[in-house]
């Protein structure tokens, strides 16, 4: 199996591959645990993402 990107969720800081991975972790983790929103944790990527919304999103800094 190859990961292709990593996410973490931000309920829990678990960490999952993307949905470009065989595994679709990070997808897998919010279907068992209804945790809404991960981020991307590449290097020089900043957004996140909410399942329960489908929308990308950046938080200002």
Known sequence: MQWVHLRMCQSCGHIGC???????????????TDHPVIRSVEPGEDWSWCYQDQLMFRIAR
């Open 18 to 32: 993307c949905d470009n991975s065989e595994g679709k972790h990070a997808t897998a983790h919010n279907a068992e």
